[in-house]
Structures are given as C-alpha cells and as structure tokens.
T-cell receptor, first 112, second 113 residues
C-alpha cells in the first residue's frame, strides 16, 4: 500500500525556468511533509518541510505548497539550475516519533 | 567531516553468507535508523533506535538484526543472505523522533549473488 506517491518518475526543465515536482498522499493523518534531494551514490539530504497547519513554506528558490483537501503537495524550484539535477523524494509523517513514509522519487534534469 | 558515515559503500557476497554494515554519526543525535531502498526505488524504514533502545521494528525478517553499542552507532547484521536482500541500505540519524529532518549516510549497495 503506497501511501505517498510521486507519479512522475522523471522531469526535464530548462535552466532558469520553474520546476514543479508533485506528490500525493492517501493517509489524511499525515501532518508533516518533507522533501529530500538525492544525488547519485549519496544519501538523501533534507531540502524543505511543511507542517499541515500551513499551506506554503518558502526557502530561497524552493517553495513547498500543501493542499490538504486534495492530499497533494508540490515543490517549486525557481529558477532551476543545473545543480538542481537530482532525484527528489517526498516524505510524510504523523505525530512525533513517527516513521517517515517516502515516495518513489522524481528524477529532475535541468538542461542548459 | 562526514556527519553520518556507513561502511562499506559496496558489498558483494554470496547467498547464505552473514554480513554487517556499520553506521556512525557524529552529530550527537539521539535517534538512528536503517532504511532499505529496493529495486523499485521504495525507501522504507527497517529499524529505529533512540538512545540505544529499539523503538521501531518494521516487518523485517529475523535474519536482520540491528545492534547499537552506543547512541552514535547503529550496525546492521544480516544472516543467511538471500538474493532478495540485494538493495541499497541507508543509515540515518535525527535529533529526536521523525518529525525532525533526518540526516542520511551515503548508502551501502548490497549485491547478493
């Protein structure tokens, strides 16, 4: 039962444009959402998070939007840079000391 | 200065063997984890330890046994390796619980032949 889904396995965007990565979840009890970025042969690194009491969180070029009614979140990267090329994992949790449930990732390629 | 380090990075071994993957974190975190990323790219938690105490043990075969000698180390022992154990295993740590952002190691690619 895949509770966190990233339906686009890959995305290609031109440098300077906006990258939008999407994530859907099925468990309405999730109340904390995170995005991780992963380069080849490295572990995932934390990028940005959002609590369910918010619908937007911004950190520099990265913004995460949360639509609780649609059980959907998205990561916007503006402007996209070649160094952003990586696999992006969406993750969700509920409560404290709760495990993270990850999506399968979306590979972003930013082209020149 | 590597925050979460795991060794080895690559491990190729035969079916039936017993192997260990070591993990150490120098962040002073209380909680450490083992995740498995399978061929379908699912990243799933296997175990979690908080201050050397097991707090999460997902449905993992008994052949997998974590050991935490102190809160900076969480090693993963795997007995009687099977082909299906081939995956990338990630160690991670966080200050407390899961609603804080975890720091991951670089992963250990285990190949069972």
């Amino acid at each position: 039962d895949q509770q966190v889904k990233q339906n686009s396995p890959s995305l290609s965007v031109q440098e300077g444009r906006i990258s939008i990565l999407n994530c859907d979840y099925t468990n309405s009890m999730f109340d904390y959402f995170l995005w991780y970025k992963k380069y080849p042969a490295e572990g995932p690194t934390f990028l940005i998070s959002i609590s369910s009491i918010k619908d937007k969180n911004e950190d520099g070029r990265f913004t995460v939007f949360l639509n609780k009614s649609a059980k959907h979140l998205s990561l916007h990267i503006v402007p996209s840079q070649p160094g952003d090329s990586a696999v992006y994992f969406c993750a969700a949790s509920f409560g404290t000391a709760s495990k993270l449930t990850f999506g399968t990732g979306t590979r972003l390629q930013v082209t020149l | 200065d590597t925050a979460v380090s795991q060794t080895p990075k690559y491990l190729v071994t035969q079916m039936g063997n017993d192997k260990s993957i070591k993990c150490e974190q120098n962040l002073g975190h209380d909680t450490m984890y083992w995740y498995k990323q399978d061929s379908k790219k699912f990243l799933k938690i296997m175990f979690s330890y908080n201050n050397k105490e097991l707090i999460i043990n997902e449905t993992v075969p008994n052949r997998f046994s974590p050991k935490s000698p102190d809160k900076a180390h969480l090693n993963l022992h795997i007995n009687s390796l099977e082909l299906g154990d081939s995956a990338v295993y990630f160690c991670a740590s966080s200050p407390a619980g899961f609603d804080t952002e975890a720091f991951f190691g670089q992963g250990t690619r285990l190949t069972v032949v």
